[in-house]
């Protein structure tokens, strides 16, 4: 199964990708994650994406599509594979057209209300790194870390007027790719407001028809 997984910010899309890779027995390959293992093992392409990232500048098409042909032609990815966060451009779309078909484009809608409710309850463990959440996931003692006792904070992107500007960036963004797979048929339209394993049943079952 050859998927693209697209959604707005606090969709849920890396937990219903975490239940798809033990299901379809497939990877879950994030462009972030890409960026970050190539820099960390000091390959050419990370290289250059350390120097990019750190003059602020965008990782450019061609550097990202390379990353992600390789990762495409890995073992692990030969019976399929989970793309989430690529392609982000109509040029990269095209251009993962040339290296390979896909079964379907999943896009994970939410409504906006809904996404900063869910983006603004988070909170973190600046040491672990454990996520929490106000209404769905609350720490036992307001405020503070199980298993440190660490104050937990919120991240300055989940705070509500960050989450507006996150979400004017991925609609002015994703809204041309949205249509640029319906009209080619393999976008599935997924309502992602429930619990992540009714969102994960819909989303079989949308594959199954």
């Given at each position: 199964m050859k998927l693209v997984f697209l959604g707005p910010p606090g969709a849920g899309k890396g937990t219903i990708a975490a239940?798809?890779?033990e299901y379809f027995h497939i990877p879950h390959i994030s462009t972030g994650e890409?960026?970050?293992s190539h820099i960390k093992q000091h390959t050419p392409l990370g290289l250059q994406v350390e120097a990019i990232l750190g003059r602020g500048d965008l990782v450019s098409d061609d550097i990202t599509v390379e990353m992600?042909?390789?990762r495409l032609g890995e073992a692990d990815a030969q019976a399929g594979f989970i793309l989430d966060g690529f392609p982000r451009t109509i040029a990269q779309a095209?251009?993962?057209k040339e290296l390979t078909a896909l079964d379907a484009v999943l896009n994970f809608a939410l409504e906006e209300e809904v996404i900063i409710t869910r983006l603004?309850?988070?909170r973190v463990c600046?040491?672990?790194g454990k996520i929490y959440h106000l209404?769905?996931?609350p720490p036992k003692r307001d405020g503070f870390d199980d298993e440190t006792g660490e104050l937990l904070i919120q991240r300055d992107d989940d705070r509500p007027e960050?989450?507006?500007n996150r979400l004017e960036v991925y609609q002015r963004q994703t809204y041309p790719l949205i249509e640029y797979y319906r009209s080619r048929g393999l976008l599935l339209d997924i309502d992602a407001s429930g619990t992540p394993e009714e969102v994960f049943a819909a989303m079989r079952d949308a594959l199954n028809s």
């Open positions: 239940l798809a890779k890409l960026f970050r992600v042909r390789l095209d251009a993962l603004s309850g988070r600046k040491s672990t209404l769905y996931n960050a989450i507006h």
